[in-house]
């Protein structure tokens, strides 16, 4: 009997030892619409020639991660954010994936442009309904996201990232 016990404990410890499930990485899909590295400098120029430029000084990507079956750290989603600090800047954030149980799949994209207090000038939201991670997602989206607000849009372009936005009227293109 104490055999059969011991057997039954070992076999149980072994399989919930080997339960275990896999928080997503963020679609390598999607990084193409944001193709942002460290310390990488944006500029745009708009019609009169008046140069904006914006520094990106971080860029955090969600990598996959294994997780024991307890582990109270489950996601059904990934993140990227990437950014400037201290100066004019432009910080986006996207979600890929559900953020809640009761949220559905898709894009949650913002997209702000700060000044040198950190005020936000304009702020941009577009959530797109698909499933950033199936292999269509890009069919699903198209090459370019249009991002609107009542002050102006934004446009990113995949491979690109932000081509062009206008704020207030005042249209500025990346200088490439």
């Not at 149980?12 to 899909?29: D, G, I, R, V």
Request: charged share 25%.
């Amino acid at each position: 009997m104490k055999k059969c016990i011991f057997l039954l404990i070992g076999i149980l410890a072994m399989f919930f030892a080997s339960c275990t499930y896999t928080n997503p990485a963020f679609p390598e899909k999607i990084i193409k619409y944001f193709p942002y590295e460290e310390g990488q400098l944006l500029t745009f120029k708009n019609a009169d020639n008046k140069i904006e430029q914006y520094n990106i000084n971080s860029v955090f990507i969600d990598k996959e991660e294994k997780h024991q079956w307890n582990c109270k750290c489950k996601r059904n989603h990934a993140f990227m954010d990437f950014g400037g600090k201290k100066t004019r800047r432009i910080e986006g954030s996207v979600y890929a994936g559900t953020q809640t149980e009761h949220s559905e799949s898709g894009l949650n994209i913002n997209i702000s442009f700060k000044n040198m207090d950190g005020d936000s000038v304009s702020s941009f939201t577009k959530i797109i309904p698909c499933d950033p991670f199936s292999e269509s997602v890009v069919n699903d989206i198209g090459d370019t996201i249009m991002i609107a607000n009542e002050l102006g849009d934004v446009t990113v372009v995949r491979n690109k990232g932000i081509t062009e936005y206008t704020i207030n009227g005042t249209k500025w293109t990346l200088v490439e």
